[in-house]
């Protein structure tokens, strides 16, 4: 967030316009404490109502500082966090570096009442101090990487909480979602070296003046131990555990549609809420279905629905069916698909189903109503109006904002998802990553967006452009192709604790910021939002060719660039040693087949032979399908158990719901020319998988460049994953190195 001397005056005004049109000009009702901001985690029927007390959210950020004026020479400078930034990433420099470079570091200060309400890092060196109200003892002072990563850890008090579920619930990823009030002030200072490594992302709540706040204290993680508990609970389990403000029954939902044809699926008279919404689509190619059929959720008889998007894109998901849970959305492995986001009306509801495809489908479900007193000042009608930009050129020479949400009017932003396909041909993220690019938002009269981020995943609340799949329950990448984030990928994040309220307008923009041009392109998005009677944005009609159907680039070839630069690929059918094996045809796998491997009794063996060209030092890399039927195989070199990048030497290609491509990549080591052997022994599959196969897609051998990590790379904060690189691995050492720390859970591949 942009900061100068002169930053805080136009804060306040900002401030005093947006409290001046929230329709509370005086905040009422009890404190702001810990356990109500806790509470707040999982109130999804609060987000339907303009907040009370009111409150603006910032973000502060280490953005690279030169991105000063909007749609300027500098605005899309990417030096954000590795160090050694034309500008400090920094609110202000409070004390010059020494001889040992160690300076000391504004990151915030702000003038309450407010509450901190989220913190994010890829990787951070130093130390914090935290202090609230001005007083003499900092309630934080340890490393940064402690605070930014497992801030409640720091706290005795914290032994009270279920640690089980603490790990995937408030800690999200590289994100921690813990909220901290105070009364009057919160200042927050980081003491480290500006050449080494500090990304940093913080959001805090700033309240209208006189707004009642208690300020945290560490006791107030036994005070409210109960609460926390619960709520982690909540979070953990969704759609086990979050409370239904409903005591009615379901509203069934059932209606086929022909093609080219509408159906009424639902409608209800109001005063009313649907709590909980329950679709399931089935039709003869379900992934084309989901996209080709239009959901239109309409209130109150407005003549244009204010939800507008393709089944399956709406629950966050898409594109398929990608089985994930997270606070607002369930995808089941069976296809049905939940939503929780509460949805008031005044008077009426009417859902309607386009297909705009060339089958038939039938959708099924329900909607759960609940009881709503419509609030002429407060309530607000849930937005979800679905866009898409299809044969977009992804170029770092020609860096572009997305829009993602242009509304005028009063609400309040709740959440984003990102829609990819991306057809860059390097299998490995340092190269084909496409989210180098920083998330801008303003909120009403902001001319300095008050949310400017340092990358598309960080953002998403992960980093490094990691290909994994995972679901928390604000953030989430329920899908990602691969090889590296190749393919379709989807992202998604909800602002449940940390909403954008804005009175008059919002923008909210996404840089698209790859690696290397990149033509062919699809980016669909939705920003979720709940509006007032009277809103407006800038959505157009959804046209046929939006809903085109898309399939990757067929016939694929991989290039060796980027972090695969140096390197030669062999397709794995053509170094086979003794041995033809069928074959599985899809435009996922590179030459558009990939070879299957059906062993039938632990031990048994596939050689595939490796041609290396000269002396030198070389990484073996091999690419390979992770499916419902994948088997276990232990790696070998030249008939030695090989250890690889990830630790151990054995693979499980098993993943219960999906089919993606990963990297395995054998430790770098020095090789004589001529053929090696790369050895696969079977080692049993998961239980249930009654014919396990291996689908080994291509291998590749990478010379390693003996020079120094100089780079001239083009995009500072990504820089060292193409530095002798072919995944993000050396970035995530470098992390590992700092403070070792158990892997957030919640990854499946």
């Given at each position: 967030m942009r900061r100068r001397e002169t930053g805080w005056l136009f804060a306040l005004i900002?401030?005093?316009?947006?409290?001046?049109?929230?329709?509370?000009?005086?905040?009422?009702?009890?404190?702001?404490?810990?356990?109500?901001?806790?509470?707040?985690?999982?109130?999804?029927?609060?987000?339907?109502?303009?907040?009370?007390?009111?409150?603006?959210?910032?973000?502060?950020s280490s953005y690279d500082r030169r991105s000063i004026l909007p749609g300027g020479p500098e605005w899309f400078a990417n030096s954000d966090g590795f160090g050694r930034e034309p500008v400090p990433g920094f609110e202000a420099v409070l004390s010059e570096p020494g001889e040992d470079g160690i300076g000391q570091y504004l990151v915030a200060d702000v003038e309450g009442p407010g509450a901190l309400v989220r913190l994010w890092t890829a990787a951070i060196e130093?130390?914090?101090?935290?202090?609230?109200?001005?007083?003499?003892?900092?309630?934080?002072?340890?490393?940064?990487?402690?605070?930014?990563?497992?801030?409640?850890?720091?706290?005795?008090?914290?032994?009270?909480?279920?640690?089980?579920?603490?790990?995937?619930?408030?800690?999200?990823?590289?994100?921690?979602?813990?909220?901290?009030?105070?009364?009057?002030?919160?200042?927050?200072?980081?003491?480290?070296?500006?050449?080494?490594?500090?990304?940093?992302?913080?959001?805090?709540?700033?309240?209208?003046?006189?707004?009642?706040?208690?300020?945290?204290?560490?006791?107030?993680?036994?005070?409210?131990?109960?609460?926390?508990?619960?709520?982690?609970?909540?979070?953990?389990?969704?759609?086990?555990?979050?409370?239904?403000?409903?005591?009615?029954?379901?509203?069934?939902?059932?209606?086929?549609?022909?093609?080219?044809?509408?159906?009424?699926?639902?409608?209800?008279?109001?005063?009313?809420?649907?709590?909980?919404?329950?679709l399931k689509l089935e039709a003869a190619d379900?992934?084309?279905?989901?996209?080709?059929?239009l959901l239109n959720i309409t209130?109150?008889?407005?003549?244009?629905?204010?939800?507008?998007?393709?089944?399956?894109?709406?629950?966050?998901?898409?594109?398929?069916?990608?089985?994930?849970?997270?606070?607002?959305?369930?995808?089941?492995?069976?296809?049905?698909?939940?939503?929780?986001?509460?949805?008031?009306?005044?008077?009426?509801?009417?859902?309607?189903?386009?297909?705009?495809?060339?089958?038939?489908?039938?959708?099924?479900?329900?909607?759960?109503?609940?009881?709503?007193?419509?609030?002429?000042?407060?309530?607000?009608?849930?937005?979800?109006?679905?866009?898409?930009?299809?044969?977009?050129?992804?170029?770092?020479?020609?860096?572009?904002?997305?829009?993602?949400?242009?509304?005028?009017?009063?609400?309040?932003?709740?959440?984003?998802?990102?829609?990819?396909?991306?057809?860059?041909?390097?299998?490995?993220?340092?190269?084909?990553?496409?989210g180098e690019g920083d998330e801008k938002v303003f909120v009403d009269d902001d001319a300095q967006p008050s949310l400017f981020g340092t990358g598309s995943e960080d953002y998403y609340n992960y980093s490094w452009s990691s290909p994994d799949i995972f679901a928390f329950p604000y953030c989430g990448q329920p899908r990602n192709d691969g090889p590296g984030n190749r393919g379709f990928v989807t992202n998604y994040r909800w602002h449940v604790l940390d909403p954008l309220p804005f009175t008059d307008k919002i923008g909210f923009y996404m840089e698209l910021y790859s690696h290397e041009?990149?033509?062919?392109?699809?980016?669909?998005?939705?920003?979720?939002?709940?509006?007032?009677?009277?809103?407006?944005?800038?959505?157009?009609?959804?046209?046929?060719?939006?809903?085109?159907?898309?399939?990757?680039?067929?016939?694929?070839?991989?290039a060796a660039r980027g972090g695969a630069r140096n390197s030669v690929f062999h397709p794995t059918e053509e170094k086979l040693v003794g041995a033809r094996l069928p074959a599985q045809s899809g435009r996922l796998f590179a030459g558009g087949s990939l070879p299957i491997w059906r062993p039938r009794t632990p031990g048994d063996t596939l050689q595939i032979s490796v041609p290396v060209p000269a002396d030198g030092e070389y990484r073996i890399h091999f690419v390979a399908r992770l499916d419902p039927q994948g088997g276990m195989a232990q790696v070998r070199w030249d008939g030695e158990p090989a250890n690889l990048r990830s630790g151990g030497s054995t693979i499980d290609l098993y993943r219960p719901h999906r089919t993606l491509l990963r990297n395995f990549t054998l430790e770098q080591r020095q090789l004589a020319a001529g053929t090696h052997t790369l050895e696969l022994v079977f080692d049993g599959a998961a239980e249930g998988v009654e014919m396990p196969e291996l689908g080994i897609d291509f291998v590749w051998v990478q010379k390693i460049e003996q020079r120094q990590a100089k780079t001239s790379c083009s995009v500072p904060s990504h820089c060292l994953l193409s530095v002798g690189s072919a995944s993000p691995g050396v970035a995530l050492r470098r992390r590992t190195r700092m403070r070792e720390r158990p892997r957030v859970p919640g990854s499946s591949a």
């Open positions: 900002s401030l005093l316009v947006l409290f001046a049109g929230c329709g509370t000009p005086a905040p009422s009702g009890a404190a702001v404490t810990t356990g109500s901001l806790y509470e707040e985690m999982i109130d999804m029927p609060g987000l339907a109502e303009f907040p009370d007390p009111a409150y603006k959210t910032v973000q502060f130093g130390t914090v101090q935290l202090w609230l109200d001005g007083q003499d003892v900092p309630v934080f002072d340890g490393t940064a990487d402690d605070f930014f990563h497992r801030y409640l850890d720091a706290y005795d008090q914290s032994a009270s909480l279920d640690r089980d579920l603490l790990e995937r619930t408030l800690y999200q990823r590289d994100a921690v979602y813990a909220p901290v009030p105070f009364a009057r002030r919160l200042r927050l200072v980081w003491t480290g070296n500006l050449e080494q490594v500090h990304f940093y992302q913080l959001e805090v709540r700033k309240y209208a003046p006189g707004t009642r706040v208690e300020t945290f204290s560490p006791d107030d993680i036994d005070t409210y131990s109960e609460t926390i508990n619960r709520v982690i609970a909540a979070l953990a389990d969704p759609d086990a555990n979050m409370p239904l403000s409903s005591e009615g029954a379901p509203v069934p939902i059932a209606i086929e549609i022909a093609p080219g044809e509408s159906g009424e699926a639902l409608v209800l008279e109001g005063p009313a809420a649907v709590h909980r919404l329950e379900i992934d084309k279905a989901l996209r080709q059929t209130f109150d008889g407005y003549p244009w629905g204010q939800v507008q998007s393709p089944l399956g894109d709406f629950f966050g998901a898409a594109p398929g069916i990608n089985p994930d849970q997270s606070l607002p959305f369930t995808v089941q492995p069976d296809g049905t698909m939940i939503s929780r986001f509460v949805m008031p009306f005044e008077r009426s509801m009417r859902i309607r189903l386009d297909n705009a495809g060339d089958q038939a489908v039938v959708v099924t479900g329900s909607a759960l109503p609940m009881d709503y007193d419509w609030d002429a000042e407060r309530s607000m009608y849930f937005r979800a109006r679905w866009r898409v930009d299809h044969e977009l050129i992804a170029d770092p020479q020609a860096v572009q904002d997305l829009p993602f949400l242009l509304a005028h009017g009063q609400g309040v932003y709740v959440g984003t998802t990102s829609i990819l396909l991306n057809p860059n041909p390097i299998p490995t993220p340092g190269g084909n990553w496409w041009r990149t033509p062919g392109f699809s980016y669909a998005r939705i920003g979720y939002h709940y509006g007032r009677p009277g809103m407006t944005d800038d959505h157009v009609a959804i046209m046929p060719d939006d809903l085109r159907e898309l399939r990757l680039p067929e016939g694929w070839s991989p």
